[in-house]
């Protein structure tokens, strides 16, 4: 799925809202990016482009902690397929942990920008303009959310994961015969946890608040020529 959240914050990166510069040569019209300058240094403005980055920031990079989470679930499905069952438990265990741990410690921090976000629907007199800054808000405390609901259900695979030691006498032939039994959503993690339904939603979500913030921060912030 196309990341567009990640385009909506290099997107705000690059055109700054700091105040006007000392008037200049202008540039030749080849080397001139108009997302770079000439956006309206309001507070409005600057409340979209500061919060909105330092929300998604940390939001794209626990993607990519969940792409990780994604191969080692993928792994735990298979580690008692190996006679070194017992190793590669404890590593995918350990994987899992960091991975989680990462995440878990960024939302509380995300949460705080989003609700700075919402709350930049008062330093607008414009009823539309605070409208649609309240949907990118709810779309990234969507996306929040499921990134919470996702990283707590992972935590209980990692606590009951503490919680049972594999014995080093498993007969691998009758696990794998057993296993063979159930039904297959019944024997991947994945599908227990509905992982990919999840990120799905997550991905949604971001994208919807990037495409909603560059069209707002285009439409109000950008000075028209």
Do not use: W
């Not at 001139?32 to 990079?61: E, G």
């Not at 227990?192 to 913030?213: K, M, P, T």
């Amino acid at each position: 799925m196309i990341k567009r959240a990640a385009g909506a914050f290099f997107a705000f990166l690059l055109m700054g809202v700091a105040p006007p510069a000392p008037s200049t040569p202008s540039p030749s019209p080849s080397s001139q990016l108009k997302t770079i300058a000439n956006v309206r240094a309001t507070p409005f403005c600057s409340s979209i482009a500061q919060h909105f980055n330092a929300a998604v920031l940390p939001m794209l990079a626990n993607d990519r902690d969940f792409d990780q989470v994604d191969v080692q679930l993928v792994n735990l499905n298979d580690v008692f397929h190996h006679a070194d069952y017992q190793i590669r438990y404890a590593s995918t265990r350990v994987q899992l942990m960091k991975y989680v741990d990462g995440i878990r410690k960024s939302l509380p921090m995300i949460q705080e920008q989003v609700n700075l976000l919402r709350n930049g629907e008062k330093l607008t007199t414009d009823s539309n303009d605070a409208k649609q800054l309240h949907q990118v808000a709810e779309k990234l405390q969507l996306a929040y959310n499921k990134q919470y609901q996702l990283a707590t259900d992972v935590g209980g695979v990692v606590q009951t994961m503490m919680s049972y030691q594999p014995p080093a006498d498993l007969d691998i032939s009758r696990e794998e015969l057993a296993e063979s039994q159930v039904p297959r959503d019944m024997r991947d993690i994945k599908s227990y946890l509905r992982f990919n339904g999840q990120r799905d939603v997550i991905d949604q979500a971001e994208n919807a608040a990037a495409d909603s913030a560059i069209d707002l921060a285009t439409k109000t912030c950008a000075v028209q020529k």
